[in-house]
């Protein structure tokens, strides 16, 4: 049974550039959260999707948006890359929102600003 | 925002318990405690959760506190392998979790 599936495992963008990442959920989750990790820092949550629609967003600007299709796979958009965008962006998928089980993460995909 | 409260870091000698604590003063009545493990350059790895009653399942055991506002994740037996960054978190007004910076355990042999 895959897990959570994370695309591409490393990114380098040029600054004001956009990037799109990708993630597949656990088989039988139907939601999906965007975390981002930056070095030496906890996780911080970026957004929520369920039934394709943004459930709950934190405190990230516009320039993060996100999309979640129906076979419920996700991408996460960043416009206008910025240094500080660098991180580990994290994928977490569960079941009817509000993961009582637990969230599943991905291994996540390395951005690099440069 | 939901907060929590972990030391930075921990040691455990290879085949004692590794007790990690957390303070979690601002869990509402309704919110379960969870907590994850990262291991360098992994994702976080669901460990256990629990609600008010203590929990154990094959990885660790949970206990939480009556007044709810703490919680101790114990490893039994640790090894090298629990080597990781511990975070508590519980999912405060929606369905987010927020993770602080968590506890660095090292388990030396």
């Known amino acids: 049974d895959a897990g959570v599936t994370q695309s591409p495992t490393h990114l380098i963008k040029t600054r004001g550039q956009q990037v799109t990442l990708r993630c597949s959920p656990k088989s039988g989750h139907d939601t999906v959260s965007w975390y981002q990790q930056a070095l030496g820092q906890g996780p911080q949550f970026i957004f929520q999707y369920y039934e394709e629609e943004e459930r709950q967003r934190g405190n990230f600007p516009d320039r993060f948006s996100g999309h979640q299709f129906p076979n419920y796979s996700s991408e996460l958009n960043v416009n206008a890359l910025l240094l500080g965008d660098s991180a580990l962006y994290l994928c977490?998928?569960?079941?009817?929102?509000?993961?009582?089980?637990?969230?599943?993460f991905g291994s996540g995909t390395r951005l690099t600003v440069v | 925002d939901a907060k929590t409260t972990q030391p930075p870091s921990m040691d455990c000698a290879e085949g004692r318990a590794a007790n990690l604590p957390c303070n979690h003063s601002?869990?509402?009545?309704?919110?379960?405690v969870y907590w994850y493990r990262q291991i360098h350059s992994q994702g976080p790895q669901y460990i256990i959760h629990?609600?008010?009653n203590n929990e154990t399942n094959e990885m660790a055991s949970l206990i939480i506190t009556e007044d709810r506002k703490s919680s101790t994740l114990i490893l039994p037996h640790a090894t090298l392998r629990d080597t990781a960054v511990y975070y508590c978190?519980?999912?405060?007004?929606?369905?987010?979790?927020?993770f602080g910076t968590g506890t660095s355990l090292t388990v030396i042999p």
């Open positions: 977490a998928s569960s079941l009817g929102g509000r993961g009582l089980d637990g969230y599943t």
């Open positions: 601002t869990i509402s009545g309704n919110e379960y």
């Open positions: 629990g609600l008010k």
């Open positions: 978190t519980h999912s405060g007004t929606g369905n987010q979790f927020y």
